[in-house]
């Protein structure tokens, strides 16, 4: 009987078109790839171990060459015979390194029960609370108590599912998924831009071009990410989860101008500016909070009535007035 394997591979902060083009990497090693955005990924490799004929650990020294040579990122890689153990093996690897679980029982046992009790799948902050006044801090801790006891604790069905987890049981299969969807908005500019209120303006228009798209999509983002490119060809990027997934373009607006705040940027000459927003959702599954704030309801209400607007008579009929004498530049809309 084979033994399933199962590799956990997280990257030191990969851009969101990278962490798409990872999947090109992934996928020449297993087909079985499920991505985790917005930076690490699932592989079940039971069936790719007789293929490259190699060991789990040395399949995942193959995958970190390969994605160090091709797009210089660091890979932390941990592998078990479950879902579970490769995620807590991964938590626990530093960077750069893999670290693979020997297959024997009682060796994946042993290190499981080390763990502190957050590291187990399924207790989160307010569960820890609740688990901690019993004197239960790891998962060792858990699986020596009484079924009896964890029952009147948590409740039936919560204590069924941490007692298999605790006792190394995790039925959880990979699920092949590709990369999220993103969509992007580029500006080239004809000119290397100084002024840090041509890069704003820049910014605003970026932020109308993605969220008429998201709402012409009906879809949310709840990261923007933004890529700032100099004269020289160098880039900075900075990434940003939203409090709320959203379409409405001031909201992307202001994170994008957040963005470009932390850079710091003072007399760089800018080539051209990338916002991109991913963790994308279908909107009627968004909830939006509501702000009490008169201004920003006209204008979420305005919206619609200027996407109609614009895509019967053109682009830029309905736009923010400090758009309106914009210089001439390229622009670059992905998907």
């Known amino acids: 009987m084979t033994t399933t394997a199962i590799l956990h591979a997280r990257f030191t902060h990969p851009s969101f078109e990278t962490y798409r ?11 079985a790839v499920q991505a985790l955005p917005p930076d690490s990924a699932l592989l079940d490799i039971t069936g790719a171990l007789r293929y490259w004929q190699r060991t789990p650990a040395q399949l995942a020294d193959l995958i970190q060459t390969r994605i160090m040579a091709r797009y210089g990122l660091t890979t932390a890689i941990g592998g078990g015979p479950t879902r579970m153990h490769a995620t807590m093996t991964a938590d626990t690897t530093p960077p750069g390194t893999v670290r693979i679980l020997d297959p024997d029982p009682a060796t994946t046992l042993a290190f499981l029960h080390q763990q502190p009790l957050r590291a187990l799948p399924g207790i989160g902050p307010a569960l820890e609370r609740t688990l901690r006044p019993y004197g239960l801090t790891t998962v060792g801790d858990l699986a020596a108590l009484p079924p009896t006891t964890l029952q009147r604790i948590t409740g039936p069905s919560t204590a069924r599912l941490l007692f298999d987890r605790a006792s190394g049981n995790d039925p959880r299969r990979i699920t092949p998924t590709g990369p ?34 998201l709402r012409h999509s009906q879809r949310c983002a709840s990261r923007i990410e933004l890529t700032v490119t100099f004269a020289d060809r160098t880039s900075l990027i900075r990434s940003h989860t939203l409090a709320e997934a959203t379409n409405h373009s001031p909201r992307l607006q202001e994170a994008l101008y ?25 909107a009627s599954a968004s909830t939006v909070q509501l ?39 390229r622009r670059h809309l992905d998907q």
């Open 21 to 31: 083009e990872l999947f090109t990497v992934l996928g020449d090693i297993t087909p």
């Open 180 to 213: 999220p969807p993103s969509i992007t908005a580029r500006h080239r500019f004809d000119h290397d831009v100084l002024d840090p209120a041509e890069a704003r303006r820049t910014l605003l228009n970026l932020a109308i071009q993605l969220g008429t798209r």
């Open 258 to 282: 957040r963005l470009f705040s932390t850079l710091g940027l003072q007399r760089a000459r800018i080539r051209a500016l990338t916002a991109r927003a991913a963790g994308l959702t279908n």
């Open 291 to 329: 702000t009490l704030d008169r201004k920003t309801e006209h204008a979420r209400r305005l919206e619609p009535v200027i996407d109609r607007a614009n895509h019967r008579f053109g682009s830029n009929t309905l736009q923010p007035a400090s758009l309106a004498a914009r210089p001439h530049s």
